[in-house]
């Protein structure tokens, strides 16, 4: 392998400081992740220093499938020979096949798909359908709720560090605390578009819906002719066990979101599927209404339908949900030996949270592991939570390997602070 010399990675981290965003240049390095990413393959990622890391982050759910997954690979090469981007003129079959494999595979009558490039553009297009469609103008979301920065996703986003500095943001936008029903139905008026959710709150803090939680919101909308539109964009794919997360409550979206892992974690990509009245509702006086140039494009489609055979000839499902049990029966040990330092261990297949009392300890522990060749990171609207989001094909040997790094790094850290 390729080692780079010290003065090499230098100038990529000070280019980064001087060109790109010194903030988080900083905080990277306070991280642990002073090096430059190189290469990666499976659930590894090799730097320019010749480091080897276990991805235990996957960027946030998109390498579900780990890294450069074979089959997806080829499937990218294969359409970048042929045609990488449409010529937005004339029907194409890739586009076509995704949309109809989705819709195969969605929950409830999601019929239709339209697609996009990231997890906000897919929520932007959710809330302009449920806006057209319904006639009406606003929206229920939850604190905490993350759902991406441009503006009308920012406006559901429920953290003020993140919004407050953009207001005015879209109007119609209340948020109420998570898991809490009866807040919703206090919200509900004539007003309201449609109730926007995720089954597990991914940067709130891997918080998951208890249950009769969806269910109850999903005969709110029903008896208040209300969208319920559900972000899977992190959740989706097999993460949390079942393909998409809702199916764990039995609950059908009349919009769902999907980005990150659909791409294979090759391409980017970002869909909202709906019911074909909320299609009709949206495309029906206009199919220009909203649209996306690179939106469906060959390379990203077929990097999806790709993806979607892998995550069913490789039975992703149940490998999260059993890979999961064993990531969160070792956390929750963990927690036993150290009551005080962590304070719950939480998670729904491989989408796992562990909640710190300090949040401190967190962050040197994130640090920790680092250093002990494992990735991780805290969620982004809630610093006190470190996340696991490992490639799905993560072996048993693997979670051990995460998890022992996690006990030294945790014990580790309690030292340190008890020291200063
Ligand atoms: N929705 C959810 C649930 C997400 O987790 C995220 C990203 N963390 C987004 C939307 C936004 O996706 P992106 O960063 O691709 O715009």
């Not at 509900?188 to 089954?199: F, L």
């Not at 979101?257 to 009709?280: N, Y």
């Not at 809630?382 to 995460?402: D, F, G, K």
Request: net charge negative; with cysteine; aromatic share 6%.
């Amino acid at each position: 392998m390729n080692v780079w010399d010290e003065s090499r990675i230098e100038a990529v981290i000070e280019d980064y400081q001087e060109y790109v965003n010194p903030g988080l240049a900083s905080l990277m390095k306070f991280a642990g992740f002073g090096d430059v990413e190189v290469e990666a393959q499976g659930c590894y990622l090799r730097t320019a220093s010749g480091a080897e890391y276990l991805d235990c982050l996957g960027s946030y759910g998109v390498f579900s499938l780990g890294h450069r997954h074979p089959h997806v690979c080829a499937a990218v090469h294969a359409q970048l020979d042929q045609l990488p981007l449409s010529s937005r003129t004339f029907f194409n079959e890739k586009s076509a096949t995704l949309a109809k494999k989705l819709a195969s595979l969605a929950p409830g009558n999601l019929q239709f798909t339209f697609f996009s490039n990231s997890g906000t553009e897919a929520v932007e297009a959710a809330l302009k359908m449920a806006r057209v469609t319904t006639g009406r103008t606003d929206f229920i979301a939850t604190i905490g709720a993350y759902h991406g920065k441009t503006m009308g996703a920012l406006s559901a986003t429920g953290r003020e560090v993140f919004r407050r500095p953009f207001e005015p943001l879209v109007p119609g936008f209340s948020h109420v605390p998570f898991n809490d029903f009866d807040a919703i139905a206090a919200k509900v008026s004539d007003r309201t578009a449609a109730v926007i959710i995720e089954v597990v709150q991914g940067e709130g803090g891997i918080i998951v819906a208890k249950p009769g939680y969806l269910e109850a919101i999903r005969q709110l909308c029903n008896d208040n002719n209300i969208l319920l539109i559900v972000d899977e964009v992190q959740t989706g794919l097999a993460r949390t066990g079942k393909m998409f997360a809702c199916e764990h409550y039995g609950v059908n979206p009349d919009i769902m979101t999907l980005a990150k892992a659909l791409g294979g974690g090759v391409m980017p990509i970002g869909a909202t599927m709906a019911t074909p009245d909320v299609w009709s509702g949206t495309f029906g006086g206009n199919p220009l209404i909203h649209t996306s140039t690179f939106g469906g494009n060959p390379l990203a489609c077929a990097a999806g339908l790709a993806a979607l055979e892998v995550v069913e000839s490789e039975d992703l499902c149940s490998a999260s949900a059993k890979r999961g049990e064993q990531m969160l029966a070792g956390l929750q040990q963990l927690q036993a030996e150290l009551p005080g330092t962590i304070t719950e261990v939480r998670g729904l297949g491989l989408m796992i949270g562990v909640e710190f009392a300090v949040k401190d300890v967190a962050e040197l522990t994130i640090n920790g592991l680092a250093r002990r060749g494992v990735i991780a990171a805290y969620t982004l609207n809630n610093p006190n939570v470190i996340r696991i989001e490992p490639p799905l094909i993560i072996s048993e040997t693997q979670v051990h390997t995460a998890l022992a790094a996690l006990g030294e790094s945790v014990r580790e850290s309690i030292e340190m602070l008890e020291g200063m």
